[in-house]
């Protein structure tokens, strides 16, 4: 089945010690997207992808980056993991612009 | 700019009961609406949408009417079940090309006791 993957699904990291999360999709989808969620809150979007363009949302921080190497894989990088980086991260998929997206399972990010 | 209220939870059913989770937008333009379910650590799973005004989606049961003039799509099931016990997100989309943000509402927790 077609599907958004992600990997691990579980991940625990020190203080300031960098992490990359991945996202891989069989659905050739142009769009990639990478949500953060904390316990009990919506999904807040980071950024996201159309295709090699790269669109960040104002409220980012600098802390957090991204890589799409090519149309299936996708990389949340966090360069300093502090303790309110632990969350949920979500990575999301759309054929286009303004289509459904479709999201994986999640990584839940644990910063000790 | 644009927003998604959804009922406040925690809400908690008997098995079988009906359930509706109440659910309006405020947005500039004609957006398409989504009902998203987040089950216990998982990702969120795409219920059900409607993408223009009286479009009627449908899922598992699940339904959601696009009232434009009531800015609203609340979700509905007739008869519940344990397995429905979840987390359900209202948002809002397909908005202005070149803008791909989704607003999501708050989440409603729902829990069926058998």
């Known amino acids: 089945d077609a599907m958004v993957i992600q990997n691990p699904r579980y991940q625990v990291t020190q203080f300031g010690k960098p992490v990359t999360l991945s996202c891989s999709q069989t659905?050739?989808?142009?769009?990639m997207y990478w949500y953060q969620q904390k316990s009990s809150q919506a999904p807040k979007l980071l950024f996201h992808y159309y295709d090699k363009d790269f669109n960040n949302e104002a409220d980012t921080p600098d802390n957090f980056q991204s890589r799409r190497p090519n149309t299936s894989f996708c990389f949340l990088d966090i360069r300093s993991p502090g303790l309110g980086d632990a969350a949920m991260y979500l990575c999301a998929t759309s054929r286009d612009t303004g289509d459904t997206q479709y999201f994986g399972p999640g990584t839940r990010l644990t910063v000790l | 700019g644009n927003s998604v209220t959804q009922m406040e939870g925690p809400v908690t059913l008997s098995e079988e009961a009906f359930l509706t989770i109440n659910c309006t937008y405020t947005?500039?333009?004609?957006?398409?609406l989504f009902w998203y379910v987040q089950y216990p650590g998982e990702g969120l799973q795409l219920l059900l949408k409607?993408?223009?005004?009286?479009d009627k989606g449908s899922n598992k049961g699940f339904e959601a009417t696009y009232r434009k003039e009531t800015t609203s799509f609340h979700l509905e099931k007739g008869s519940v079940q344990v397995s429905d016990s979840a987390v359900y997100f209202c948002a809002l989309g397909g908005l202005n090309f070149g803008n791909e943000k989704l607003t999501f509402g708050t989440g409603t927790r729902l829990t069926i006791i058998p």
């Open positions: 947005a500039t333009g004609y957006p398409s």
């Open positions: 409607a993408t223009k005004a009286d």
């Open positions: 659905l050739n989808h142009n769009v």
